[in-house]
């Protein structure tokens, strides 16, 4: 890791190259990944002193990438890299934005042993091409603040939604905020997972699959820890920081949040983390949440396109891994990782093995199929604010109209 964590002055001594080719790079969600950039692009640009990484405004969140890029497709503006969503990667292979990377990876001797693993480059293949590498995998979890717990009589993690919720009346009687579920995270991340925990899918056979049972418990689920948490409608980020400064009690979100709440906690509370509460028990399976680099560069200059791809390769190489290791809360996808990362780094750090017990646990994260994808995220998104602001009661009713809506959104 001495490269990888080599200090800013080294990078200054570097002279810069005479005729260095630039490449733009845009990413999602600034507060979580900026550090992890940061120290990667030093360490890039310190292996590639010919190579200038330039980044454009970052995305607010996943979506917002995804709406940035096709605009930019419009107008011939794309960046080089983009750093997408694994659920939405294949709106941009359809439209021709994202650039199969087979060539490069045929290029490259060595490659099978470079940690790709089969399995997270399956994330990123459609119709037998690789068009991303993986960069971040992510799972909901559990943040705790146990010292509020404590002192609401409660000793022990909350595993099942309903002990969560009675931890709640005890903490919010007590006069302290209980909770926050990250309810709008992007790509509807939270109710997938609600519907995964019951092993069923949120897509089914092209359509939203939530008229049944499973999809009237996931809504009644989300209307409970709304209403019985006492539940503030404020955003992730915010609930982030609340946490991190000990006005909170419990939060559930992406693994993502563990190095930011580490950086940030004020006070000496007993921070931990634990596996995503199940329905009646253990979930049955959860969704895939993180990103992979795509090149989606419009150009036709073979050694701007080499320069992309190199800084792909090394952003999502056991160095670039363990960059995301060390800095977020995200479980590295490369398995070279683990051999760059201390022996003991999950032992120091358990709140970073959590995610990683989890694994076994990972499906699908959908996408919604379609033009209207992100259109169908908005509708549901709807849905559940208008649970969580009161203005839906009956899960019934509602389930059946987002059923409707959504599935009018669909291909046919």
């Keep these: 890791m001495k490269r990888l964590l080599s200090t800013a002055a080294a990078v200054t001594l570097l002279a810069p190259a005479a005729h260095a080719t630039e490449i733009e790079v845009a990413y999602a969600y600034s507060s979580l990944f900026d550090p992890t950039f940061a120290q990667i692009t030093q360490a890039f ?3 590639h002193p010919d190579i200038k990484v330039t980044f454009r405004a970052t995305y607010e969140n996943y979506e917002d990438a995804t709406n940035t890029i096709l605009r930019e497709a419009v107008a011939g503006t794309v960046p080089d890299v983009s750093f997408q969503a694994l659920n939405r990667q ?3 292979v359809e439209r021709g934005i994202a650039q199969p990377l087979d060539p490069f990876i045929a290029g490259e001797e060595g490659f099978e042993t470079e940690g790709y693993h089969k399995a997270m480059l399956d994330l990123s293949r459609f119709d037998g091409a690789i068009y991303g590498l993986p960069f971040s995998v992510s799972t909901p979890i559990g943040f705790y603040n146990m010292d509020m717990l404590r002192g609401a009589g409660i000793d022990t993690v909350p595993a099942t939604w309903d002990a969560v919720i009675a931890a709640c009346k005890a ?3 007590n006069g302290q905020e209980a909770l926050y579920w990250h309810w709008d995270i992007s790509g509807n991340w939270m109710l997938q997972a609600e519907m995964w925990s ?3 899918p949120m897509i089914k056979d092209g359509k939203l699959n939530m008229d049944n049972d499973a999809g009237l418990k996931a809504l009644e689920t989300a209307h409970a820890i709304f209403r019985d948490c006492e539940m503030k409608n404020t955003g992730g980020g915010d609930a982030s920081k609340a946490f991190a400064a000990g006005e909170l009690g419990m939060f559930f979100s992406s693994t993502a949040y563990v190095s930011f709440v580490d950086r940030s906690k004020l006070g000496d509370w007993e921070f931990v983390t634990a596996p995503y509460p199940g329905l009646d028990g253990t979930p049955q399976a959860l969704p895939a ?3 992979a680099a795509m090149m989606t560069s419009a150009s036709d200059d073979p050694e701007l ?5 190199d800084f792909i390769k090394f952003a999502t190489s056991g160095e670039g891994a363990a960059a995301v290791a060390l800095t977020t809360g995200y479980v590295p996808p490369n398995q070279k990782a683990n051999a760059l990362l201390m022996d003991d780094f999950y032992a120091q750090n358990p709140n970073k093995m959590t995610a990683v017990d989890q694994l076994p646990l990972l499906s699908e994260w959908f996408a919604y199929p379609g033009d209207n994808g992100l259109a169908v995220t908005q509708v549901i998104h709807d849905s559940l604010e208008a649970i969580l602001v009161g203005d839906a009661t009956d899960m019934d009713e509602l389930r059946d109209e987002m059923v409707d809506e959504v599935n009018a959104l ?3």
């Design 305 to 309: 396109r080499a320069a992309a791809w």
């Design 171 to 173: 903490m919010t009687a």
């Design 289 to 291: 949440g993180g990103n």
């Design 90 to 92: 294949q709106i941009l």
């Design 45 to 47: 640009e310190q292996a």
């Design 198 to 200: 019951q092993g069923v």
């Design 410 to 412: 669909l291909p046919r």
